[in-house]
């Protein structure tokens, strides 16, 4: 279909369906206030300014049009005479253009919320300025009526755009908002109050009304809570309906004047609970987000770092075993090619070097042997962790040097995990190095125990302690943390009357893990 076809089409059906509606609320606002001019102020003020802000500039003259023929037929059946009230359109036709030229630069909800129901204000002072010098009318009851009228209707109108503007974009891209419009529960909701509220009107009385405030603010406060904005919204329309009931049913609200001050009070309340609420809840989900978004970031780190270990241990055992089979037996076969040179050396000299020989092949050999005992130590492949360590308290000999060493071994069995294994036995090497070279410690206290999923390492010491400036990158313990840290645990560092540090690592398999 050409596009000016396709215009003149949606012109045509938003000027029969515009004139409808806008006869439909002109009829309700004559039927509360007996006045024509007022009338038109009141809930169709709503309707037009909301289609103004929020449909094409080029159907503003559809909307004028409709006006015109509107106001035409009504003064003919003499029931509109004022042919000043056709300046009324002009006006929310400036007010439209003003919001509008800010309206597409704030794309959030409550921002354009915040400007509908400032478009409202604007449109209502505009009226009361023109058509209090022009009309017989008050400035209260203009200025009430035109603000009530907006506040009622340019929010609701609001709700069903965005409600046919989602689902428009739902059937051509299959796409849908996270906070839906005009939700079946919601719609429930609203129809149980409006049921309860003019239920309720066969039992009030004039000189009661007040308790209508219950049945007005408590589905305004609840709906607000549970939907948000939009719960705010209708339930604003809902407490104008019941009120609405209410003075016709009873004679409670007498006064137009205090009636439309009521309506537009609750709805103002609603609606204002409504986008806060919202607006927190919006809060509350992009936190969320943007926390699930860092725990998968740090997870993604953490098995990254992980990774990183393993890898490392892979290469230490490579290392080690090529040094086990190639470089070691290298340096056997000179010990033993050094030691027939020297038995079958001519002269002296010749003897002597092949002593020197052997004597560097045997240092070579203790370096090669303690390298392999760093990169991989043999007592965990041939003894259990707990042994294992004890051995490694023994090759200190703190006995020896005056140092008393407590050990405490509680853990139930060993860690499956062979890095984690592995890890434990490198820290507490680490920390009983550092402890032998630099704290002066006389007593030292090792503790290994099982807390849920957790292997918590206590190592202590009656030292020196660690000073400031060593505390990071220091004394090996930048390499103890970034390797804690890698497996998913934690540590903590206290130097008061000495060192103490707990470490705690986290008990699963990878498998586990993965799982």
Known sequence: MRRGARLLLQSVFLLFTYSLTWIGLWIIGFYLSQNSVLSAFFLPEGLRLALMILLWRRFWPTLLLAELLLNIWLAQE????????????????????????????????????????????????LHTLVFSLLT?????????TTLTGGILLTPFVYLIYEYLHEQHFRLILDYGTPDPQLRTSLLMWCFLFCLA????????TPEIERLLVLLVFIPNVFMAYRYGWQGGVLSAL???????FARQFNGAFADLQELQMFMSTQALIGIGLGIAISRQQQLSRNLQRYRERLEQELQARRDLMQQLVHTEEDVKKAIARELHDEIGQNITAIQIQSMLVRKTAPDPQSSRAAAQINELAQKIHQSTRQLLRELRPPVLSEMSLENALRHLIT???????????????????????????????????????????????THILIILRQQRDTIQLHVSDNGIGIPESKRRGGFGLRGIEERVRALGGDWTLTTTGGTRIIVNLPTFSDENHEN
């Open 395 to 441: 090759e200190f000999a703190f006995g020896e040097n005056g140092i008393q060493c407590e050990f405490h071994y509680e853990l139930k069995q060993p860690p499956e995990n062979e890095t984690v294994l592995f890890t434990l036995y490198r820290l507490v090497q680490e920390l009983l190095n550092n402890i032998s070279k630099h704290a002066g410690a």
């Open 197 to 204: 509220g003019l239920s309720a009107q066969l039992f009030f």
């Open 136 to 144: 017989p009318l008050s400035v209260t009851q203009i200025f009430l």
């Open 238 to 244: 809902l407490g104008s309906l019941i009120i609405t």
């Open 78 to 125: 003499q029931l509109l005479s004022q042919p000043v009230i056709l300046l009324s359109p002009l006006l929310s036709l400036i007010t439209a253009f003003i919001i509008q030229t800010t309206w597409w630069r704030y794309t959030l909800y409550w921002q354009r919320l915040l400007l509908l129901i400032a478009g409202v204000g604007i449109n209502s002072l």
